[in-house]
Protein backbone atom coordinates (compact mmCIF):
# COMPACT_ATOMS: atom_id res chain seq x y z
CA UNK A 1 0.00 0.00 0.00
CA UNK A 2 1.13 3.34 -1.04
CA UNK A 3 2.11 5.72 2.41
CA UNK A 4 0.00 8.83 2.37
CA UNK A 5 3.16 10.25 3.47
CA UNK A 6 2.15 14.01 1.41
CA UNK A 7 -1.45 13.96 3.24
CA UNK A 8 -2.86 17.28 3.82
CA UNK A 9 0.07 18.99 1.68
CA UNK A 10 -1.18 21.19 -1.32
CA UNK A 11 1.18 20.31 -4.38
CA UNK A 12 0.73 23.06 -7.32
CA UNK A 13 2.00 21.38 -11.19
CA UNK A 14 2.47 23.54 -13.88
CA UNK A 15 1.82 22.04 -16.96
CA UNK A 16 0.72 19.50 -15.23
CA UNK A 17 -2.35 18.34 -17.45
CA UNK A 18 -0.66 16.25 -19.98
CA UNK A 19 2.91 14.10 -20.20
CA UNK A 20 5.29 14.38 -17.22
CA UNK A 21 3.28 16.94 -15.15
CA UNK A 22 0.32 14.57 -15.39
CA UNK A 23 2.48 11.70 -13.81
CA UNK A 24 4.00 13.57 -11.28
CA UNK A 25 0.08 14.74 -10.53
CA UNK A 26 -1.53 11.41 -10.10
CA UNK A 27 2.12 10.46 -7.85
CA UNK A 28 1.88 13.15 -5.39
CA UNK A 29 -1.97 12.57 -5.66
CA UNK A 30 -1.38 8.82 -4.49
CA UNK A 31 0.87 9.92 -1.47
CA UNK A 32 -2.40 11.73 -0.04
CA UNK A 33 -1.57 15.34 -1.38
CA UNK A 34 -3.81 17.94 -2.35
CA UNK A 35 -3.65 19.00 -5.99
CA UNK A 36 -3.63 22.00 -8.21
CA UNK A 37 -3.41 21.22 -12.10
CA UNK A 38 -1.94 24.39 -13.88
CA UNK A 39 -1.61 23.94 -17.97
CA UNK A 40 -2.23 26.74 -20.79
CA UNK A 41 -5.21 25.61 -23.46
CA UNK A 42 -6.51 22.15 -23.07
CA UNK A 43 -8.98 22.05 -21.47
CA UNK A 44 -10.12 18.15 -22.15
CA UNK A 45 -6.83 16.88 -20.97
CA UNK A 46 -6.88 19.03 -17.89
CA UNK A 47 -10.58 17.55 -16.95
CA UNK A 48 -9.44 14.01 -17.46
CA UNK A 49 -6.26 14.13 -15.45
CA UNK A 50 -8.39 16.28 -12.77
CA UNK A 51 -10.77 13.00 -12.66
CA UNK A 52 -8.08 10.64 -12.57
CA UNK A 53 -6.59 12.59 -9.67
CA UNK A 54 -9.38 12.68 -7.72
CA UNK A 55 -10.16 8.56 -7.86
CA UNK A 56 -7.34 9.03 -5.57
CA UNK A 57 -9.77 10.35 -2.93
CA UNK A 58 -7.70 13.94 -2.69
CA UNK A 59 -9.22 17.09 -3.30
CA UNK A 60 -7.92 18.56 -7.13
CA UNK A 61 -8.19 21.87 -9.27
CA UNK A 62 -8.17 23.10 -12.78
CA UNK A 63 -5.88 26.47 -12.43
CA UNK A 64 -5.74 27.10 -16.26
CA UNK A 65 -3.08 30.33 -17.20
CA UNK A 66 0.11 31.13 -18.82
CA UNK A 67 2.81 30.30 -16.31
CA UNK A 68 5.12 32.65 -18.61
CA UNK A 69 3.71 35.54 -17.70
CA UNK A 70 3.82 37.75 -13.99
CA UNK A 71 -0.01 38.21 -13.58
CA UNK A 72 -1.25 34.92 -14.78
CA UNK A 73 1.01 33.12 -12.22
CA UNK A 74 0.19 35.20 -9.82
CA UNK A 75 -3.51 34.62 -10.07
CA UNK A 76 -2.49 30.52 -10.63
CA UNK A 77 -1.29 30.71 -7.01
CA UNK A 78 -3.84 32.66 -5.99
CA UNK A 79 -6.56 30.04 -7.10
CA UNK A 80 -4.97 27.52 -5.55
CA UNK A 81 -4.29 28.74 -2.09
CA UNK A 82 -7.99 29.71 -2.02
CA UNK A 83 -9.06 26.54 -3.12
CA UNK A 84 -6.20 24.33 -1.30
CA UNK A 85 -4.32 26.13 1.25
CA UNK A 86 -1.10 27.54 0.97
CA UNK A 87 1.62 25.86 -1.86
CA UNK A 88 4.22 23.09 -0.10
CA UNK A 89 5.15 21.41 -2.65
CA UNK A 90 5.68 23.21 -6.08
CA UNK A 91 6.62 21.22 -9.32
CA UNK A 92 7.65 23.75 -11.99
CA UNK A 93 7.26 21.97 -14.96
CA UNK A 94 5.74 23.46 -18.17
CA UNK A 95 7.52 23.87 -20.78
CA UNK A 96 8.06 23.81 -24.89
CA UNK A 97 10.40 22.10 -27.41
CA UNK A 98 10.78 24.18 -30.39
CA UNK A 99 13.29 22.67 -32.63
CA UNK A 100 15.27 24.87 -35.14
CA UNK A 101 18.22 24.68 -36.06
CA UNK A 102 21.11 27.67 -36.29
CA UNK A 103 19.77 28.26 -39.70
CA UNK A 104 16.01 28.74 -38.80
CA UNK A 105 16.01 29.78 -35.18
CA UNK A 106 14.19 33.51 -35.20
CA UNK A 107 14.09 35.74 -32.63
CA UNK A 108 10.68 34.58 -31.22
CA UNK A 109 11.40 31.30 -31.17
CA UNK A 110 14.15 32.26 -28.58
CA UNK A 111 12.08 34.65 -26.59
CA UNK A 112 8.64 32.74 -26.47
CA UNK A 113 11.27 29.31 -25.66
CA UNK A 114 13.21 31.28 -22.78
CA UNK A 115 9.68 32.80 -21.78
CA UNK A 116 7.76 29.94 -21.27
CA UNK A 117 10.65 27.60 -20.43
CA UNK A 118 12.45 29.83 -17.68
CA UNK A 119 10.55 32.88 -16.54
CA UNK A 120 7.59 30.49 -15.71
CA UNK A 121 10.08 29.00 -13.42
CA UNK A 122 11.34 31.85 -11.75
CA UNK A 123 8.08 33.63 -11.80
CA UNK A 124 6.09 30.35 -9.95
CA UNK A 125 9.10 29.74 -7.40
CA UNK A 126 9.11 33.73 -6.64
CA UNK A 127 5.10 33.31 -6.21
CA UNK A 128 5.56 30.47 -3.36
CA UNK A 129 8.47 31.49 -1.57
CA UNK A 130 7.90 34.01 0.68
CA UNK A 131 5.12 31.45 1.86
CA UNK A 132 7.20 28.17 1.99
CA UNK A 133 10.08 30.41 4.35
CA UNK A 134 7.92 32.13 6.50
CA UNK A 135 5.57 28.54 7.30
CA UNK A 136 9.56 26.72 7.47
CA UNK A 137 8.65 24.36 4.89
CA UNK A 138 8.36 23.75 1.43
CA UNK A 139 10.11 21.93 -1.64
CA UNK A 140 10.26 22.54 -4.95
CA UNK A 141 11.23 20.61 -8.17
CA UNK A 142 12.25 22.45 -11.46
CA UNK A 143 12.53 20.22 -14.52
CA UNK A 144 15.05 21.13 -16.67
CA UNK A 145 16.70 18.22 -19.52
CA UNK A 146 19.79 16.04 -20.95
CA UNK A 147 19.72 19.14 -22.94
CA UNK A 148 20.72 21.60 -20.63
CA UNK A 149 24.16 19.34 -19.80
CA UNK A 150 25.26 18.20 -23.10
CA UNK A 151 25.55 19.59 -26.81
CA UNK A 152 21.80 19.07 -28.87
CA UNK A 153 20.80 19.62 -32.54
CA UNK A 154 18.08 22.04 -33.31
CA UNK A 155 17.91 23.10 -29.53
CA UNK A 156 19.76 26.14 -28.99
CA UNK A 157 17.07 28.07 -27.56
CA UNK A 158 16.02 24.93 -25.39
CA UNK A 159 18.83 24.16 -24.21
CA UNK A 160 19.88 27.56 -22.99
CA UNK A 161 16.32 27.56 -20.89
CA UNK A 162 16.98 24.32 -19.36
CA UNK A 163 20.44 25.34 -18.10
CA UNK A 164 19.76 28.59 -16.90
CA UNK A 165 16.90 26.22 -14.50
CA UNK A 166 20.04 23.87 -13.25
CA UNK A 167 22.01 27.44 -12.25
CA UNK A 168 18.72 28.98 -10.65
CA UNK A 169 18.19 25.70 -8.77
CA UNK A 170 21.22 25.75 -7.32
CA UNK A 171 21.27 29.86 -6.03
CA UNK A 172 17.11 29.30 -4.48
CA UNK A 173 18.70 26.40 -2.92
CA UNK A 174 20.67 27.99 -1.40
CA UNK A 175 19.34 31.08 -0.71
CA UNK A 176 16.40 29.30 0.55
CA UNK A 177 17.49 27.06 3.11
CA UNK A 178 17.31 25.27 5.52
CA UNK A 179 13.27 25.08 5.11
CA UNK A 180 12.88 24.90 1.63
CA UNK A 181 14.94 22.71 -0.59
CA UNK A 182 15.13 22.96 -4.16
CA UNK A 183 15.87 20.30 -6.87
CA UNK A 184 15.78 19.93 -10.41
CA UNK A 185 15.01 16.92 -12.54
CA UNK A 186 16.85 16.25 -16.34
CA UNK A 187 15.08 13.95 -17.91
CA UNK A 188 16.33 12.45 -21.28
CA UNK A 189 13.98 11.13 -24.10
CA UNK A 190 10.41 10.73 -22.16
CA UNK A 191 7.30 9.10 -24.17
CA UNK A 192 4.72 12.03 -24.43
CA UNK A 193 3.82 14.33 -27.04
CA UNK A 194 7.18 16.47 -26.35
CA UNK A 195 8.94 13.33 -26.67
CA UNK A 196 7.53 12.17 -30.13
CA UNK A 197 8.33 15.75 -32.08
CA UNK A 198 11.70 14.58 -32.38
CA UNK A 199 9.96 12.54 -35.27
CA UNK A 200 11.17 8.83 -35.53
CA UNK A 201 15.08 9.39 -37.20
CA UNK A 202 16.51 11.58 -34.18
CA UNK A 203 14.49 9.08 -31.00
CA UNK A 204 16.02 5.80 -33.36
CA UNK A 205 19.54 7.42 -33.03
CA UNK A 206 18.69 8.39 -29.40
CA UNK A 207 17.45 5.07 -28.47
CA UNK A 208 20.39 3.30 -30.00
CA UNK A 209 22.84 5.80 -27.79
CA UNK A 210 21.03 5.16 -24.55
CA UNK A 211 22.72 2.34 -22.43
CA UNK A 212 19.07 1.14 -21.15
CA UNK A 213 18.30 1.14 -25.19
CA UNK A 214 14.71 2.55 -24.58
CA UNK A 215 12.87 6.28 -23.82
CA UNK A 216 11.83 6.84 -20.60
CA UNK A 217 8.44 7.07 -19.10
CA UNK A 218 6.29 9.66 -17.68
CA UNK A 219 6.20 7.58 -14.86
CA UNK A 220 9.83 7.39 -14.57
CA UNK A 221 10.48 10.95 -13.74
CA UNK A 222 7.35 11.20 -11.84
CA UNK A 223 9.10 8.19 -9.31
CA UNK A 224 12.23 10.71 -9.03
CA UNK A 225 10.19 13.52 -8.46
CA UNK A 226 7.95 11.95 -5.36
CA UNK A 227 11.64 11.09 -4.39
CA UNK A 228 12.86 14.78 -4.27
CA UNK A 229 9.87 15.77 -3.04
CA UNK A 230 9.23 14.01 -0.14
CA UNK A 231 11.56 13.27 3.02
CA UNK A 232 13.26 10.37 1.60
CA UNK A 233 15.83 12.86 -0.07
CA UNK A 234 15.49 14.90 3.39
CA UNK A 235 19.38 15.51 3.12
CA UNK A 236 19.08 17.10 -0.76
CA UNK A 237 19.39 20.55 -2.05
CA UNK A 238 20.08 22.13 -5.20
CA UNK A 239 20.47 19.41 -7.01
CA UNK A 240 19.97 18.11 -10.42
CA UNK A 241 19.33 14.50 -11.00
CA UNK A 242 19.35 13.23 -15.08
CA UNK A 243 16.98 10.74 -15.77
CA UNK A 244 17.99 9.36 -18.88
CA UNK A 245 18.38 5.54 -18.97
CA UNK A 246 22.21 6.58 -18.97
CA UNK A 247 22.54 8.38 -22.32
CA UNK A 248 23.91 11.61 -19.92
CA UNK A 249 27.26 9.33 -19.74
CA UNK A 250 27.72 9.66 -23.29
CA UNK A 251 28.68 12.10 -25.54
P1 LIG B 1 3.96 17.95 -22.96
O1 LIG B 1 4.05 18.74 -24.21
O2 LIG B 1 3.46 16.57 -23.00
O3 LIG B 1 3.07 18.77 -21.88
C1 LIG B 1 3.34 20.13 -21.68
C2 LIG B 1 2.47 20.67 -20.56
O4 LIG B 1 2.86 22.04 -20.32
C3 LIG B 1 1.00 20.70 -20.87
O5 LIG B 1 0.27 20.48 -19.67
C4 LIG B 1 0.76 22.14 -21.37
O6 LIG B 1 -0.58 22.61 -21.22
C5 LIG B 1 1.70 22.88 -20.43
N1 LIG B 1 2.09 24.21 -20.90
C6 LIG B 1 2.73 24.55 -22.05
N2 LIG B 1 2.89 25.87 -22.10
C7 LIG B 1 2.34 26.39 -20.99
C8 LIG B 1 2.18 27.70 -20.48
N3 LIG B 1 2.64 28.78 -21.14
N4 LIG B 1 1.54 27.88 -19.29
C9 LIG B 1 1.06 26.79 -18.61
N5 LIG B 1 1.20 25.53 -19.04
C10 LIG B 1 1.82 25.34 -20.21
O7 LIG B 1 5.43 18.02 -22.33
P2 LIG B 1 6.25 16.92 -21.49
O8 LIG B 1 5.38 16.34 -20.45
O9 LIG B 1 6.97 16.06 -22.42
O10 LIG B 1 7.34 17.87 -20.80
C11 LIG B 1 7.20 18.40 -19.49
C12 LIG B 1 8.50 19.08 -19.10
O11 LIG B 1 9.58 18.14 -19.20
C13 LIG B 1 8.87 20.25 -20.03
O12 LIG B 1 9.45 21.29 -19.27
C14 LIG B 1 9.92 19.63 -20.95
O13 LIG B 1 10.79 20.60 -21.48
C15 LIG B 1 10.61 18.67 -20.00
N6 LIG B 1 11.31 17.59 -20.70
C16 LIG B 1 10.63 16.72 -21.50
C17 LIG B 1 11.30 15.72 -22.17
C18 LIG B 1 10.62 14.73 -23.07
O14 LIG B 1 11.31 13.97 -23.76
N7 LIG B 1 9.30 14.67 -23.10
C19 LIG B 1 12.77 15.55 -22.02
C20 LIG B 1 13.38 16.51 -21.14
C21 LIG B 1 12.67 17.49 -20.51
P3 LIG B 1 -1.61 22.53 -22.50
O15 LIG B 1 -1.80 21.09 -22.81
O16 LIG B 1 -2.86 23.19 -22.02
O17 LIG B 1 -0.92 23.26 -23.60
Known amino acids: MTPK ?12 SRGIGRAIALRLARHGANVAINYFSRDADAVDTQREVQREGVPCVLVKGDVSEPASVDSVVA ?9 DLLVANAGISILESHKEISWTTWKKTLSINLDSVFLSIMAVKDGMLERKYGRIVCISSVAALRPRQ ?10 AIVSMVRCCAEAFAPHVRVNCIAPGLIETEMGAGLGPEATKSIVENTPLNRLGQPEEIANVAYFLLSDQSSFMTGQTLAVSGGRIMLP
Do not use: F, M, N
Not at 6 to 16: E, F, M
Not at 79 to 87: Q, S
Not at 154 to 163: F, L
Open 79 to 87: RTCEALGPV
Open 154 to 163: RQIHYAASKG
Open 5 to 16: DLAGKTALITGG
